[in-house]
């Protein structure tokens, strides 16, 4: 019996452990300098395990030990992803990751000679609905929705993006604006390797970010990405976006997370854009 008994606690002290979390805490820096990277996505990727470093690079990651099998990838605009196994990045604390810049050819510019009109690209709409985190969970990680927008084989010079946000409490809030293939309908790769972020007011209204310094020029169907990047202090629960009936919604709930959609709503947000 006393060995039986001795049996069992140990099965299920060594059950408790495995179920424990992991911690992961480093800091992402650049190749070369070393200066720290700002906002980098960390995460597992169609997992929707994730979060992002702070202003300062730093980032403290936990998940369960299930995914000691599975690679973390750390992913910054700009930059070459950098995937390692999770079970190595344990054995290795504290991180100090690196990333290399990216190299990245220039876009190419096509000229016309007819005349351009700017045009509204997106859902212009609203209702009095506001769409919020994905999930309805709190956490520190970023949540991002995406739309759709059909240039119609035009070359098309995105001018600047414009959506509705509404909080009851936070004044202000960090948003970074992403460009996606259109891939069998859901956002894929990055198409546009510029760092769009901008702290925005927070009071139910609507907000711009001006584009046209970033000489944006898109000739296929794309999505266009509004992330939320949480302050510290602030949980995702703090923001929340315009929407309204009808159309399709695109969304993530975790840095590299999986994009999943559903019919019957759509995100308030809209491109201005020359065509």
């Not at 996505?41 to 702070?54: E, H, P, Q």
Request: net charge positive; glycine share 10%; aromatic share 10%.
């Amino acid at each position: 019996m006393k060995l039986l008994l001795i049996a069992l606690i140990s099965f299920c002290s060594f059950t408790f452990a495995e179920a424990q979390d992991l911690t992961l805490a480093g800091t992402v820096t650049k190749g070369g300098d070393g200066e720290p990277l700002s906002f980098v996505n960390i995460g597992i990727r169609n997992k929707n395990v994730g979060t992002a470093s702070d202003e300062k690079g730093k980032f403290v990651f936990k998940l369960s030990k299930e995914h000691l099998q599975d690679v973390l990838t750390f992913s910054a605009i700009g930059y070459e992803e950098l995937s390692v196994p999770v079970r190595e990045l344990v054995e290795s604390q504290p991180l100090k990751v690196v990333l290399k810049e990216k190299v990245t050819a220039l876009q190419e510019v096509v000229v016309k000679s007819r005349k351009m009109k700017v045009k509204k690209l997106g859902v212009t709409g609203r209702l009095p609905v506001v769409w919020g985190n994905p999930d309805g969970r709190e956490g520190k990680d970023v949540y991002e929705f995406a739309n759709f927008v059909n240039v119609k084989e035009r070359p098309t010079e995105v001018l600047s993006v414009h959506f509705f946000v509404a909080s009851t409490k936070l004044d202000s809030a960090l948003f970074r604006i992403n460009f996606y293939k259109n891939e069998s309908g859901l956002p894929g790769d990055r198409i546009v390797e510029k760092s769009i972020m901008q702290k925005l007011p927070a009071k139910n209204g609507w907000v711009s970010i001006d584009l046209n310094k970033y000489d944006i020029y898109l000739t296929e169907d794309f999505f266009f990405g509004i992330e939320y990047l949480p302050a510290k202090g602030a949980d995702r629960l703090a923001i929340m976006l315009g929407g309204k009936l009808g159309g399709r919604v695109y969304s993530r709930e975790a840095s590299l997370g999986a994009w999943e959609t559903f019919a019957g709503a759509s995100l308030t947000g809209y491109l201005t854009a020359r065509q």
